[in-house]
């Protein structure tokens, strides 16, 4: 039990190192692409949206970290000829597998359990705050700001009133698409802008429209633009299947493919997510990401059966060999089991459970063959 405890502390230890450092790597570029997706809103905007980048980061960071903890402790049992006095002294080998396996149980529920129900409406939850802070920016614009810009939306003017912060003057002005109107690129003397509830209002007084083609004035032009509909949080978005937790997405490919049965291949015709249906273009991509979801499981698992035996192989050779072995690893699932896995289950070349479990249960084989040698030797 001492030496069971002893191999838990430092298997915890390594993975806190371990995802500890590559979450300090992975900051740079949250950063990046928190800039990117509310560019414009200000840095507290950005700084509020790393952490919610990082809590989805998590599920492909913890089971790296993972892997590498078991390789690093492992092998440095070995090297260190730990592993032999454990032999010597009567212990069978596998038995130094249960804190690793122990470990990897507890990661694998608490894994499962955030993808399944918290990443879903995590992945929403980025555009609702997204859109909130654009409305609390737009609300209280700092003095002297003469730039917007919200997605598609762009304002750049001379100067703002110096009475009335959200009046613009000598305004050029980019308004995205919308169901009726293509996008649109404008100047006008003065830009009066309010956000009334989820609506973007935009005044413009003497608008000007003016390409290669043609030149046309008028006196003034109101635009009201819906938020949720630019960022994407209107109440048929949040229907979507993406944002459902993994009880709810099986349910609707239950109903969907029960309804495909009875009725035939036309009987989602006219159905969408607000009916609790899947529409049958999208069916099979609902089914492999609720499949990935399920497999998330499994990742620990495959990894402690993989970097164990790896560790002890290597022992005698420099561990920073054995942990580029272990990112080897890595790479090779998320590439194949995200990219080649996805692919094949939208094309029908193979089920979708296959496509989503496939990798890592020959990943756990090959880990047990490895495993067994390791244990003769």
Excluded at 110 to 131: D, F, H, I, W
Excluded at 207 to 221: I, K, N, Q, T, Y
Aim: glycine letters at 8%; one cysteine or more; aromatic letters at 8%.
């Amino acid at each position: 039990m001492i030496l069971e405890l002893y191999v838990l502390r430092r298997l915890l230890l390594g993975l806190v190192f371990a995802c500890g450092g590559m979450a300090l790597v992975a900051v740079p570029c949250v950063l990046v692409h928190a800039v990117h997706k509310v560019a414009g809103i200000g840095m507290a905007a950005v700084l509020g949206y790393v952490p919610i980048l990082l809590l989805e980061l998590a599920p492909y960071l913890v089971p790296i970290g993972f892997l590498l903890s078991v390789v690093s402790t492992y092998g440095r049992l070995a090297a260190d000829n730990e592993w032999t006095a454990i032999s010597m002294a009567g212990v069978h080998p596998l038995r130094m597998l249960r804190p690793g396996l122990a470990l990897a149980l507890a990661l694998s529920v608490g894994l499962y359990l955030v993808e399944a129900r918290l990443s879903p409406s995590l992945n929403y939850q980025k555009r609702t705050y997204g859109k909130n802070t654009a409305m609390q920016f737009l609300k209280s614009l700092n003095p002297g700001r003469t730039e917007l810009r919200l997605g598609e939306f762009y304002l750049s003017a001379a100067a703002r009133d110096p009475v009335d912060r959200n009046l613009f003057r000598q305004v050029f002005l980019h308004l995205p698409a919308s169901d009726d109107e293509p996008a649109q690129t404008i100047f006008a003397q003065e830009v009066q802008i309010a956000v009334e509830g989820s609506t973007l209002s935009v005044d413009l007084r003497i608008p000007r429209w003016a390409d290669e083609r043609f030149d046309m004035r008028v006196g003034r032009l109101e635009v009201r633009m819906d938020l949720d509909r630019m960022f994407g949080t209107n109440d048929k978005e949040r229907l979507h299947w993406r944002y459902q937790d993994s009880g709810e997405l099986a349910g609707r490919i239950e109903r969907s493919e029960a309804l495909l049965a009875q009725r035939g291949p036309d009987a989602l015709a006219g159905l969408s997510h607000e009916h609790g249906v899947i529409p049958r273009t999208s069916l099979r991509d609902a089914s492999y990401a609720l499949r990935t979801r399920q497999s998330l499981a499994l990742i620990c698992p495959m990894f402690l059966l993989l970097g164990m035996p790896t560790g002890l192989f290597l022992r005698k050779g420099s561990q920073l060999v054995a942990l580029a072995v272990a990112i080897g690893y890595a790479l090779v699932y998320y590439i194949v089991s995200m990219r080649i896995g996805k692919l094949l289950s939208v094309n029908e070349v193979v089920p979708t459970w296959f496509a989503a479990f496939g990798v890592s249960v020959v990943g756990a084989l090959v880990g047990i063959v490895l495993l067994a040698r390791a244990a003769r030797r």
